[in-house]
């Protein structure tokens, strides 16, 4: 038996169609232990995300967090599912779904994928190869760019190309965490917020961490998001002391990147910070990361330590300047492929010239 996977049969000489796969983390299937094991299983086991030993790591996983994580994880999932599903799978589908209807009249079609999890990468890649798509731009959905998220997430998508007989051209996004159209969708969001609740006394930007030994080892995770965080807050007109930059999300025991978020809100909720705005930019979409841990447990960090008011700005989502920023981020990245295209046009009005002579 051939170890290609069969070719779905699209005509190769209709016109070169131009595919985007957006990728994001992934999501368990249910808010339970049942469902969050197998999900974090697949997750915990890429050698991008645990450094550790493979033997090492064997044993802690299998024998402590497989035990206990799930049930933990399921509680804080149970918190934040919605009747659609999980958060980040109804976020990152409408995600795919705004930029494909503003990408349409364009001959390029979208379809989004799951790093761990349902729908997987695998499955992306064929959905768009059966929709004849030649050439191929992964995105995936991470701003900054770090080896355990867009990485791993590329690494996804080229062993699935791996196993494809006929495969099409590709070209990746490795990162958008600097893109103009990408800070200006976040300060609009910001905005919206402040015309909305008036402006807070400080602005907390919280990103998911890394732990410090990638950063060590050459990872620019840590770097983007202070770019970010600068190039937002100059979009904002604010001054370095109206922001605060910080890590959240810590796994293990291990030194992660700091300074870790809880810290800087129960710092800010002993200064008595009276209006708290708390934006999460690393995060393209609504998620556990951002619903639970930043909008519920870092309020109550904050307000406990003494803090005012806690007002939790929502991710980029499906917000209009964030799909438009998309679609920037994708034409540029399409513009190149779109000379051969043209000449398909030309091929085609050609084509059709001799068919009227006829
Ligand atoms: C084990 C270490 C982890 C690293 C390294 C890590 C990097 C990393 N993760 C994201 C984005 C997300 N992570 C999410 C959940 C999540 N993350 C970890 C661990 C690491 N992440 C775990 C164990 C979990 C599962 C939930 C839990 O049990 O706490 C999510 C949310 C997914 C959802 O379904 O909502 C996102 C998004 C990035 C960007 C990143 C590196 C920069
Ligand atoms: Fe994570
Ligand atoms: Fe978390």
Redesign the pocket.
Known sequence: MSAFLPEPSFRHDSPARLGVLLI?????AAPTARA?RPY?KQ??SDRR??ELPRWLWALILNGVILNV?PR??AE??ASIWTPQG???LVNTCSQAEGLASRLAGEHVVVEFAMRYGQPSVEQGVQKLRAQGVERLLLLPL?P?Y?A??SGSALDAAFAALMKLRNMPEVRTVRHYHDHPAYIAALAAQVEAHWRQHGRGEKLLMSF????RY?LDKGDP?PCECHKTGRLLAEALGLAASDYVVCFQ?R??RTEWVKPYTSDVLRELGRQKVGKLDVICP??AAD???TLEEIAMEGKETFLTAGGGEYRYIPCLNDSAPWLEALASICREQLAGWRPANADLSARKARAQAMGAKA
Do not use: D, I, M
Not at 24 to 28: D, M, S, V
Not at 208 to 211: D, I, K, L, R
């Open positions: 994001n983390l992934g999501t368990p969050l974090l997750f915990l995300v645990v994580r933990k994880s804080k999932y999980s958060p980040l991470y900054q770090a355990s998220s998911h961490g890394v732990p990638t995770y999300s796994f293990g690393g995060f998620c556990l990361e």
